[in-house]
């Protein structure tokens, strides 16, 4: 039988049984009720009525600006694709190369072109250039800029002005504040630069949809980058301090501007405090809108991911800075170029002077292939141009060697000789004519031109000081003139050679086109008529002797 005390024992332990299987309900209950998180431990609610295109975050939703400029459309399959790096300090020589190499690339008919870049910044007026060409002279190419390294200062103005930035995992992008060797840039110096530069980042971030907040603290320390929520919608933005003073509720302690508790805006953080320049590594520059990728290089083919990523079908032409780039570079600068014309033109006048075909017209061809041949090689200079100067030298030739005087094919030869010229300081695509459209385009078409009138000037000039003084130089006498009036001279060798003086009479005896041929008694010698045409019987008279060049003119 069992006691008083084991009952009670029995009855107490039921009772705790039933306590806890209670106390085990309820816990089961409350766990699967709904119920509010405790405040500070709640996620961000999902923002309503987001508009389309909105990228959403944990804090709320951006609404990326919309590019004004029309970027160009890449075809679904890229088959003419172009890398140029741009990997040293930018100078008036990046600038030169970066232009030869994007007159290719329009030569070539370029789909894509891609600009390699690794520069901690440099000169600021050739970076201006070469992003004024991105943005005007390229129309109908699509260009991107691979921050492989770094695209720091004048680097971060030009990748701003492409259509696109594409940045590695280990890239740095940002920070353009204006510095002078000279000394420090202070007051109203260094806002006179930052306007300029803020302008152009401003502009680019326009074209391509960037913030322009964000673009200008990269230029100005002077300016602090809020990111700001609207209270309602949630809509966050990048905004200057300065633009939403008095607008912002703003927590104690994160800034000093005072806060507006009322505002339709909070201040959620500090994205570039005043006195700091903006500088991002990649995640910032995808996070802030810049980069639209991050892209690492591949190990076997540098380029072949970012390739991929933009639908290169075949392998890209890399224009890499070798001895043949810089050796071009050199012929096709202004200043070389028209010593080359002058050299030519010089020495076309020589050979003119002088019987046969010697050193001087040689001299010439060469002048005139490598004046030409080099613009060819950079898209310069189209096949037709070429062949036109060649056309027009012929008619030229057939002028004074076959028909008589001076007409019509003469004044065509050399009309073709000068558009071929002109045409050749001009890069037009093989397609187009040679007429400039853009700002590149008419800079070298006016420099080009320059250059040849200096040059043409500068032929004559040093023509008329050979005729004139060159003979007198003992040496060069010899070999090229003769003091006017020499008393005689021995034109040939053998039994046709013997003295000819000024005065002396013959007879042509072969078609005298500036050069032919006359006889003097039993002596045939070679002479030049002073223009005129001379058929064979022509009577004429020796009015100089110029070396191993005689001069004669019609008696009649």
């Known amino acids: 039988m069992t006691g008083p005390r084991t009952i ?26 709904p119920r509010d998180k405790p405040t500070g431990q709640e996620t961000a609610a999902e923002p309503a009525n987001v508009p389309s295109g909105a ?34 300090d930018i100078r008036q020589k990046t600038y030169d190369a970066v232009s030869r190499k994007m007159l290719r690339c329009r030569a070539g008919k370029a789909e894509l072109i891609v600009l390699d870049m690794d520069t ?13 060409m991105l943005k005007v002279d390229l129309e109908g190419i699509y260009t991107v800029c691979y921050v492989r390294t770094r695209a720091v200062s004048a680097g971060a103005l030009i990748a701003m002005a492409c259509d696109e930035i594409v940045i590695s995992p280990t890239g740095t992008f940002g920070d353009c504040a204006p510095i002078s060797l000279a000394g420090p840039l202070e007051g109203i110096e260094r806002e006179k630069i930052e306007t ?23 230029v100005s320390a002077s300016r602090e980058v809020w990111l700001v929520r609207n209270k309602k919608t949630r809509e966050l933005r990048h905004v200057l301090s300065k633009d939403f003073r008095g607008q912002v509720e703003i927590p104690p302690g994160v800034s000093s501007v005072p806060s507006n508790p009322s505002g339709q805006w909070e201040l959620l953080r500090v994205v570039d405090t005043e006195g700091e320049i903006l500088t991002m590594h990649p995640r910032e520059a995808v996070e802030y809108g810049f980069a639209s990728a991050i892209v690492k290089p591949g190990d076997d083919d540098l380029y072949g991911p970012l390739m991929e990523r933009f639908a290169v079908a075949a392998k890209p032409t890399v224009l890499v800075d070798n001895w043949s780039e810089h050796l071009v570079g050199f012929l096709t600068s202004t200043a070389v170029a028209g010593i080359l014309f002058f050299v030519a033109i010089l020495c076309v006048y020589v ?68 558009v071929a010229m002109l045409a050749m300081f001009v890069p037009n695509a093989p397609d187009k004519l040679p007429i400039p459209q853009t700002q590149v385009d008419w800079s070298l078409f006016s420099h080009g031109v320059l250059a040849m009138g ?8 040093a023509a008329a000081m050979v005729a004139r ?88």
Not at 13 to 31: D, E, K
Not at 65 to 80: D, F, I, S, Y
Not at 513 to 528: H, K, M, P, T, Y
């Open 55 to 88: 990228i959403v975050t944990a804090d709320g939703w951006f609404l990326r600006p919309p590019p004004k400029g029309a970027r160009p459309t890449l075809p679904e399959k890229v088959t003419r694709a172009f890398v140029i790096p741009i990997r040293e």
């Open 120 to 132: 901690w910044g440099g000169e600021l007026q050739p970076a201006l250039d070469i992003a004024r």
């Open 454 to 461: 200096l040059a043409m000037v500068g032929a004559m000039m």
């Open 351 to 418: 050979e003119m002077h002088t019987p046969g075909f010697g050193l001087a017209g040689a001299t010439a061809v060469v002048c005139f292939s490598l004046l030409f041949g080099s613009r060819f090689l950079v898209g310069m200079a189209a096949w037709w141009e070429i062949a036109l100067f060649v056309v027009g030298v012929g008619l030229i030739l057939t002028e004074v060697f076959v028909t008589p005087g001076f007409g019509i094919i003469g004044i065509a030869g050399i009309f073709c000789c000068i």
């Open 8 to 33: 009670q024992r029995r009855r107490g332990n039921f009772r705790a049984a039933c306590s806890l299987a209670a106390m085990i309900l309820a816990g089961s209950l409350w766990a699967a009720a």
């Open 469 to 556: 003084y060159l003979p007198k130089v003992p040496l060069a006498g010899k070999l090229v003139l003769a003091p006017p009036g020499a008393a005689a001279i021995s034109v040939m060798e053998g039994p046709l050679s013997g003295p000819i003086q000024p005065g002396a009479v013959g007879v042509v005896t072969a078609v005298c086109r500036l050069v032919g041929q006359a006889r003097f008694g039993d002596r045939l010698i070679e002479v030049s008529s002073d223009g005129a045409f001379l058929p064979p019987g022509t009577q004429v008279t020796v009015l100089k002797v110029e070396g191993t060049r005689i001069v004669v003119r019609s008696i009649s």
């Open 196 to 218: 300029v530069l803020r302008k152009e980042f401003a502009e680019s971030a326009e074209n391509n949809g960037y913030n322009v907040a964000l673009a200008e603290a990269m």
